[in-house]
């Protein structure tokens, strides 16, 4: 990396130029100017970590951005979290499993966490948010919790649910997604989903909120108990969000030493540029999700299989994975069941749609479709594809995607939208091609269903097939990964060949710490990354 | 003694008898003697013309290419962005964007604006009423108004013309209102209304060409606060996304986080917002001084 001393002054000359010039008013206003005063106070054992938006939900249950995820899943812990391979293991759970009939199942708990107030946490709080999440239908766990009927405390530390039905998945979607809220606490509100629990926090994690100065900064102070640590507690005495306006900020701020790591994924092109930097070591996890792009089959032509595999090959997913994700990503073999998850693909032998323009235009032509005004498009190939255009990546090759399929004889219009819009939109299914991407689909067992069933929750494309509707069902109710493998294989194959969903690759991460800290743990996924529990109750500083 | 004095005569012969002239003329000689305004004419007319040649200058920028992030060079002048496009490219082609809003959105303003503004002044009853809706939609936070109907309605050229337009006229009305009130109460506009004129005929005749001076210079302006809003709306991510503007190049640049390690993604198209927004700035300054006899010393 060529880096000479020239180029970093006008580098620095160019943005606030560029931002005062062209732009003054539109920027948000940089917190740098608050609080410099404080943020370096006793830099010796607290950790400032980076993000770019305030927590908006401090009821674990129910927030659901990344930085809510963060800060709440410091202080509210689940019975299982993840390990390198994205499999479950023990956190506060230290076993698990079904009966014989699948009808029960049950957990064992550690005996040795307790809330921040004394209470201990035991089944009884863990009881509690279950229920509290299947009565009031709060979030995504109550989607999890289909089969769960009830659950019984046998002891402090086992429980015992009772299921209507036998589901392969119930144990590890519930564990990893499910945080643990104290009973004592949450249930004085009249109704959890309500509780704002925006102060005066009760934790049983590593950390616990003190301080908050709302979409500026959040402070949490090291709590005396944190049992999941070898030291027995956290090694910092404090943690603090602070917020930044984007990520070229949190950059500016991690290099001149305001911020010890940043929370969110770095762009390919800023995670090239500080690799060349010793002050600042990089990590890298893998998704658990996927990008892809689905076509609603509700509409016509995009009901024939034809026309779907046109799309898919017109793609050159390779030049995307290189340029777009500057090879920050790999190849899913356009195949539902990633490679990130080794334990189902033993056997799955699926290939990527190979790019071939040629191949398109000749599958549209055999299904009929010409090109009579001679523009090069075929009539009525044409579609709106709807994004959200805040999100860096699939903005990027949504271009991309517009010009080779154009190549192939396909017009596609681009509808990137702000992202409440394209929520709204593709809730209401209404679009032709869909671009974006789920962040984590860890259980295929039981999240196959939320997408490939009718009536299913991110059911975008309007799957209906009987025969993989079929496969679910036997998927679902497998109790062991050995017997789900094979009909989920199958519901892969499916997919694949059908090209119910094009899934176009599988994104790396990369983070970024100061290298002043060591320590970090990472874990799968940008939720989870290296600001896990686990991650910052280990670092400390060299 | 040969000696004549003629003054009159080669006054005449060289054009420079003011008295003679039309006031029309003596505006735009005093607005091409004045080096800025001249200049930044000229500027605009560059820039119109870049936009309208884009597709001769450049192929419309597109796909992606392995030269990702090159500063600038012989071969990419501006450099090139973080999938490799040519920046050059994009700043020609984003003109055209840029000067389609302009065009659109003042044109619209304007539009608006003056029928606003005029009838305020003329209809006496009006006068109350438009007057604060005109003073409602100046007080109104337009920005965060801009991006929730873009958001709403969807980014394209069209709602960026039509969402700046409607906030931009209302300082076109106030400005054509305050220039056409004291036109209204003139002895030749009373005279018009003695000789039965109608109010249509009044209108056209007397009040128009009386504000089309603010008028003209209101364009400008407006085109240059149309080109600004655009850009910021692009740059908050709001802009069409099919075709290519200075606000979008600079979004890319945020967005993909390149803004702090290749400053040339920032600075061209920030420069070329820059340019197009002074000089239309200073040549409606330079009309402006140009068509008041004070200032133009005659």
């Known amino acids: ?542 | 003694m040969t000696y004549n004095p003629a003054p009159i005569s080669t006054g005449v012969l060289l054009g420079t008898d003011l008295s003679q002239m039309s006031p029309r003329r003596k505006t735009w000689r005093a607005f091409v003697r004045n080096p800025l305004g001249l200049s930044s004419l000229i500027v605009l007319i560059l820039m119109v013309l870049l936009a309208l040649a884009a597709p001769l200058i450049v192929e419309e920028p597109s796909g992606f290419s392995v030269a990702v992030l090159e500063p600038p060079s012989p071969e990419h002048w501006f450099g090139t962005d973080h999938i490799g496009q040519d920046i050059f490219a994009q700043i020609v082609w984003g003109a055209r964007t840029s000067v389609a809003v302009a065009v659109g959105a003042s044109v619209l303003a304007i539009l608006l604006g003056t029928v606003v503004g005029v009838a305020a002044a003329y209809f006496p009853k009006l006068n109350t009423p438009l007057g604060m809706l005109i003073d409602v939609m100046l007080s109104l936070p337009i920005l965060p108004l801009m991006i929730l109907i873009a958001a709403l309605v969807g980014p394209s050229i069209s709602t960026l013309v039509v969402v700046i337009a409607v906030f931009s006229w209302p300082e076109v009305a106030r400005v054509v209102r305050s220039q056409a009130l004291p036109t209204v109460t003139l002895t030749y506009v009373n005279a018009s209304h003695v000789i039965g004129a109608s109010n249509l005929w009044v209108l056209t005749r007397h009040i128009l060409p009386a504000v089309t001076p603010v008028v003209v210079v209101s364009v400008v302006l407006t085109a240059s606060k149309a080109v600004l809003s655009e850009a910021g709306l692009s740059f908050l991510g709001l802009g069409d996304p099919n075709s290519w503007s200075w606000g979008t190049i600079l979004y890319n640049a945020q967005r993909s986080g390149v803004l702090a390690s290749a400053w040339w993604t920032a600075l061209f198209p920030s420069l070329a917002i820059l340019l197009f927004v002074v000089a239309a700035t200073l040549c409606s300054l330079a009309y402006n001084d140009a068509r008041n006899p004070r200032i133009r010393g005659d």
């Open chain 1, 1 to 542: 990396m060529e880096n000479s001393t020239a180029r970093k002054h006008l580098a620095r000359l160019a943005v606030p130029l560029a931002l005062m010039l062209a732009l003054a008013g539109c920027v948000p206003s940089d917190p740098d100017t608050q609080d410099t005063g404080e943020a370096n106070d006793d830099g010796g054992n607290q950790l400032v970590v980076g993000t770019t938006a305030g927590v908006v939900n401090f009821n674990p249950l129910v927030g659901n951005s990344r930085t809510d995820t963060w800060v709440t899943n410091l202080m509210y812990p689940s019975m299982m979290t993840l390990n390198d391979e994205a499999e479950k293991v023990p956190s506060v759970a230290t076993e698990w499993g079904y009966s014989e009939d699948g009808l029960t199942a049950f957990v064992e708990l550690r005996d040795d966490m307790e809330w921040t107030d004394g209470e201990p946490l035991n089944a009884e709080d863990v009881i509690f948010t279950i229920n509290a999440i299947k009565e009031e239908q709060i979030g995504t766990v109550a989607g999890m919790l289909a089969a769960y009927e009830s659950a019984e405390a046998v002891s402090d530390t086992r429980i015992e649910f009772t299921l209507s039905r036998p589901d392969g998945a119930f144990l590890n979607s519930v564990g990893f997604w499910m945080p643990i809220v104290p009973e004592h606490v949450f249930g004085e509100a009249p109704s959890v989903a309500e509780f704002a629990n925006d102060s005066d926090w009760v934790s049983a994690g590593p950390f616990v909120l003190t301080e908050v100065e709302d979409g500026q900064r959040y402070v949490l102070e090291a709590t005396e108990n944190y049992p999941l640590v070898e030291s027995g507690s956290a090694n910092v005495d404090e943690v603090i969000f602070r917020v930044f306006p984007d990520v070229n900020t949190e950059v500016l701020a991690l290099r001149a030493g305001d911020l010890d790591m940043i929370g969110n994924a770095l762009p390919p092109a800023v995670a090239e540029d500080l690799a060349g930097d010793d002050s600042v070591q990089l990590f890298t996890v893998p998704s658990l999700g996927w990008a892809h792009m689905q076509y609603n089959m509700r509409r016509a032509p995009l009901d024939q299989v034809e026309v779907r595999e046109a799309l898919a090959h017109a793609v050159d997913y390779d030049a995307i994975r290189e340029v777009v994700l500057g090879g920050n990503a790999i190849s899913s073999n356009s195949s539902v069941l990633t490679p990130v998850y080794e334990q189902w693909q033993d056997g799955l032998d699926l290939e990527e749609y190979a790019y071939d323009p040629e191949m398109s235009r000749q599958l549209l032509e055999d299904a009929g479709f010409a090109d009579a005004d001679g523009d090069d498009v075929y009539d009525e190939l044409s579609f709106e594809m709807v994004y959200d255009q805040g999100d860096p990546m699939v903005s990027t090759w949504a271009e991309l995607v517009q010009d080779q399929s154009l190549d192939a004889g396909i017009n596609i219009e681009l509808v990137g939208l702000d992202r409440n819009t394209y929520l709204a939109r593709t809730a209401d299914r209404d679009f032709d091609i869909y671009a974006g991407s789920w962040a984590i689909i860890d259980e295929p067992q039981s999240n196959f269903a939320l997408l490939f069933s009718p009536e299913g929750f991110i059911n975008y494309a309007g799957v209906d097939d009987p025969e993989v509707s079929e496969l679910m069902e036997e998927a679902a109710t497998a109790l062991t990964p050995e017997v789900a493998q094979e009909p989920l294989q199958e519901i892969a194959r499916i997919v694949h060949d059908q090209v119910y969903d094009n899934v176009m690759y599988v994104e790396t991460f990369n983070f970024a710490a100061s290298s002043e800290w060591s320590g970090f743990v990472p874990k799968p996924s940008d939720l989870l990354s290296i600001v896990n529990a686990e991650s910052l109750a280990n670092v400390s500083k060299e």
